[in-house]
C-alpha cells in the first residue's frame, strides 16, 4: 500500500501516549498498533535501501570504465543542478 504524504509524515512523528487512537492509512489504530506499523514500514525502508545497493553495485561491476565515469557524470550533474533550484 502507498502512502500518502500525511501518512508519511506521521510516521516521522512522536506521538504522545496519552493519546488512545489515532487515524492512519484510512483507518483507525490503537497507539500500540501505529508502532507496529510505523516500525514495520522504517524495516521495509531499510530493506528496500539494502536492495538498491546491492543492485547498484551489480550495475557497476558490468559497466565499462567509459560507462562508469559517464555515470558519475550524470550523477553530479543532477546532484549539481538539484541544489540550485
Known amino acids: 500500500m502507498r502512502l500518502t504524504k500525511r501518512d508519511i509524515a506521521l510516521t516521522r512523528i512522536d506521538v504522545p501516549s496519552s493519546v488512545r487512537s489515532i487515524y492512519f492509512q484510512g483507518k483507525r489504530y490503537t497507539y500500540k498498533q501505529y508502532l507496529k506499523i510505523r516500525k514495520k514500514n522504517s524495516e521495509d525502508f531499510v530493506n528496500k535501501e539494502k536492495i538498491a545497493k546491492n543492485g547498484d553495485e551489480d550495475l557497476l561491476k558490468n559497466?565499462?570504465?567509459?560507462?562508469?565515469?559517464?555515470?558519475?557524470i550524470e550523477n553530479y550533474n543532477e546532484w549539481k543542478s538539484s541544489r540550485y533550484v
Do not use: A, C, G, I
Request: a neutral charge; proline letters at 0%; zero cysteines.
Open 63 to 72: 559497466l565499462t570504465k567509459e560507462e562508469k565515469v559517464n555515470l558519475v
